[in-house]
């Protein structure tokens, strides 16, 4: 893999040019459209299907397709010592995947020790899933797939890139070695040039192995993102090297752009053509100037423009511009490539917080763990967006990925939707690995306008030591080289004020909310932001702690030893302007770290506002309440209490109106006022009846919310928010257990078959549970508390799909769904 030098050894004899003025050249003119589907001489061949997987060995050769049975593995190119990276291998037994592929979330649950053993905890942060050094047999995996070079090829560059691969992998060409990569999370681009055979069959094998991890909680194993093929010109631009920058003036926005050429060939002469598109896709400036490129050499260009009265990106209007660089060499267009990139301005202030465009804008971000129920790490696009889609209801403006660069998707969706990311490597070190994960980051995503923030750690153990400051200190640098256009943070857990505090442009809490106020005092000009906050744990539908049982309320009201509840945090945050805001833990539930119950059977975590299916919990509404605009009425818990008539029952309200009475079984039993960033509570003797919660604003009542005493269950209830699909969407499709009037009974563990019909497959199923021990890939799952969820994806023919649900005893449903082509 090669990675780009630094911008100011490649700015060294660059081209610099002032291109705003130069359109009447012939070169085209400002306000021409350039067609999205102009034919470009770069191709880019998805790799997503069609593989091929196995489970190998990590300690026994003859179960590993013979690798490394013998000790001369590396002796000679081209011969790894395993048939599995041959071209004539029958593959025929090996299972069909297309990416994204998660081995682990097919492997059994399994103990990893003793009850209450280190060993079990281990494996209780893991979900129970058996990866690692003590499970050989299942932490290797073996991926090959064909992959067609024509004839046409020879003489092109050919490149192989990768959005993540879980993890330590061995890539192999025509039964030669191309590549390696350490990191799951590190994007990674192979040349594979003269290793390919234009015009033959092409075998692209990986080795993937899990027997060590980068995380205290599931990563999934194997292909999890995309993979492409990549067919170039021997001049082209370099993988993420056009670099955007952007400074907003009263005049407009200047543009400065930073390309970076390969010339993979001889010595020549070109000229690099960068047309600005604005948001409508109109073009709205040109830069055309030559470039003298040496041979097997590299240069950069740098142009610079001036776009007057610009759309900037905002979180309201996140208008996102293209640059289209091409490639001349004698007039003719030989490579093309796009960026997207945004116009905005971002301002930390140690007194007041975050400014976006001048506008003052506090963060109300998430952490999120990249995995799913139903589908593990093997998370689609489309899947991505509509848990974004989720967290933005909530009022939620920004998202942390934890803690690794986030999907590409991921970052693609952020900027179209107007959500702020705070981009964290996996490593923080400055070794030559760990220096290479933060520029491969920074490389990929500097030109996003989402990313607001970079974190180059998250509680380290020398975070707050001499050898701490010194990381930082040459992580920071490398981080200005490459973008210089956003701060630097990383998020502590303590130790604020030392080690690498000190050296960090803007320094992250991670709780500790007893320490902040002193080292506001003791630093006030270094600005600030919560990285990670609350940590409250809740299972949803669950409203007292049962140990034995392993469910934590969803109150407002357990948290660990570190953290906090919703309200303490966030009322101190709202009540301290200097900080920017904050990213609470985490936005979904995510297999492993099963707080507070590290043990059998527990294998996900309990804090997230939305449980694993993406199920709202209670906690979901309270920042729905005060983080977003609308008005809000949250009442809980059910009111199904059998057994426990005449006992008190605690009553919660989330609400941003101004009163809310309480009426039981139409008796009212009081009326509060709403208190900002506050709950209401009242503890009522349990009836069966109905509870109902009245909202109130300006002295009027404004709004209901009721909840019965069900029936039993009568009936299969299923519905989506997307009933008309793309090729490859999904359709998170929400299953209830109702009673004969159709209310949710909210108790219910009905197991649920699903059955499916027309052009699409039911990819995985889920309930919530953070002790199920159910499969994710199956045909049937138990509600918990009600609900289960199924996740269909539309395959590529169109039509019409329907969706049967049925259970034991009850009436099915079936949902419709239909497929645009």
């Not at 301002?347 to 804008?361: A, K, S």
Request: with cysteine; net charge neutral.
């Amino acid at each position: 893999m090669r990675h780009g030098i630094g911008r100011r050894g490649l700015l060294k004899g660059a081209a610099l040019a002032s291109c705003g003025a130069a359109l009447g050249s012939g070169e085209g003119a400002a306000g021409a459209t350039v067609p999205r589907a102009a034919p470009s001489p770069r191709t880019i061949v998805p790799l997503d299907r069609g593989w091929r997987f196995h489970l190998g060995h990590a300690c026994d050769p003859a179960q590993d397709f013979g690798f490394g049975a013998s000790h001369d593995t590396y002796g000679k190119s081209g011969d790894v010592g395993t048939p599995a990276a041959t071209i004539g291998f029958d593959d025929a037994g090996w299972q069909a995947v297309d990416l994204p592929h998660d081995w682990a979330v097919d492997l059994p649950f399994a103990r990893s020790g003793a009850p209450g053993s280190d060993a079990d905890k281990a494996g209780a942060a893991q979900g129970y899933k058996p990866l690692g050094r003590l499970w050989p047999a299942t932490s290797v995996g073996w991926y090959r797939r064909p992959i067609a070079i024509e004839a046409a090829d020879a003489g092109r560059r050919l490149s192989l890139e990768f959005d993540g691969v879980s993890r330590d992998c061995l890539v192999m060409l025509n039964g030669f070695v191309v590549g390696s990569n350490e990191s799951g999370y590190a994007p990674f681009r192979i040349d594979i040039t003269d290793f390919a055979k234009p015009g033959e069959p092409n075998i692209l094998v990986l080795r993937c192995d899990m027997s060590l991890g980068e995380a205290w909680s599931y990563e999934g194993a194997g292909l999890y993102r995309h993979v492409r093929l990549v067919k170039t010109a021997p001049t082209h631009v370099r993988q993420w090297g056009a670099a955007v920058r952007t400074t907003v003036t009263p005049a407009g926005a200047q543009i400065r752009i930073a390309t970076e050429i390969d010339n993979d060939g001889p010595a020549a002469t070109a000229a690099l053509r960068s047309i600005l598109l604005g948001p409508d896709g109109v073009e709205r400036a040109r830069c055309v100037d030559p470039v003298a490129l040496p041979a097997w050499g590299a240069a950069t260009v740098a142009q610079t423009t001036l776009l007057a009265e610009p759309a900037l990106w905002s979180l309201e209007t996140p208008h996102c511009h293209r640059l289209v660089s091409e490639i001349l060499i004698g007039g003719r267009v030989v490579d093309r490539d796009e960026t997207v990139f945004g116009i905005r301005t971002i301002v930390f202030d140690p007194d007041r917080g975050l400014f976006l465009n001048g506008v003052h804008t506090v963060v109300k971000g998430t952490c999120n763990h990249q995995d799913h129920a139903g589908v593990g790490f093997a998370v689609p696009d489309s899947l991505h967006v509509w848990r974004l889609e989720r967290l933005k209801a909530m009022g939620s403006n920004a998202y942390r990925s934890t803690h690794h660069p986030p999907a590409p998707a991921i970052l693609d969706a952020c900027d179209r939707m107007g959500i702020l990311v705070l981009d964290e490597t996996r490593q923080m070190s400055s070794d030559a690995e760990g220096m290479s994960q933060l520029e491969r980051m920074v490389r990929r995503d500097r030109n996003h306008p989402c990313v607001f923030l970079w974190s180059i750690g998250n509680e380290e153990i020398h975070r707050g030591t001499p050898t701490g400051a010194r990381i930082a200190t040459t992580m920071k640098r490398r981080v200005n080289t490459l973008d210089g256009t956003r701060l630097v943070t990383e998020a502590m857990n303590g130790q604020f004020g030392k080690g690498a505090s000190d050296v960090l442009d803007v320094v992250g809490f991670n709780y500790y909310l007893g320490e902040i106020d002193a080292f506001h005092a003791s630093h006030p000009r270094q600005p600030t932001i919560g990285t990670e906050t609350a940590s409250t744990v809740m299972t949803r539908g669950a409203y007292a702690r049962d140990d034995a049982a392993q469910l934590v309320p969803a109150y407002d009201a357990e948290f660990p030893r570190w953290a906090s509840t919703a309200e303490r945090w966030w009322t101190f945050y709202a009540e301290r302007p200097f900080i920017a805001g904050g990213f609470v833990w985490t936005g979904f539930d995510y297999k492993g770290e099963p707080t507070p119950f590290d043990r059998w059977p527990s294998n996900a975590s309990n804090f997230g506002q939305l449980d694993s299916c993406g199920f709202p919990k209670d906690d979901y509404w309270y920042y729905r309440a005060w983080w977003g605009d609308a008005p809000v009425l949250h009442l809980f818990p059910h009111w199904n209490w059998a057994g426990r008539e005449g006992k008190p029952v605690s009553v919660w309200v989330h609400s941003n109106l101004e009163a809310v009475e309480l009426l039981v079984n139409g008796v009212s039993v009081g009326r509060k006022p709403v208190v900002r960033n506050r709950h209401l509570e009242w503890s009522v003797p349990y009836a069966p009846g109905a509870i109902e919660a009245r909202g109130f604003q300006d002295g009027r009542h404004v709004t209901t919310a009721r909840r019965e005493t069900t029936g039993p269950a009568h009936a299969v209830a299923v519905s989506s928010d997307r009933r008309v699909l793309a090729p490859g969407d999904v359709a998170v499709v929400r299953t209830a257990i109702v009673d004969a009037q159709g209310r949710e009974v909210p108790t219910a563990s009905n197991r649920v078959r699903f059955a499916l019909s027309g052009d699409a497959r039911l990819l995985g199923v889920g309930n919530g549970d953070p002790r199920s021990l159910e499969p994710d890939h199956a045909t049937a799952r138990s509600a918990f508390n009600g609900l289960c969820m199924a996740l269909v994806q539309a395959g590529d023919h169109g039509g019409t799909i329907r969706l049967v649900a049925q259970a034991d005893g009850l009436v099915p449903a079936m949902l419709p769904l239909a497929t645009r082509t």
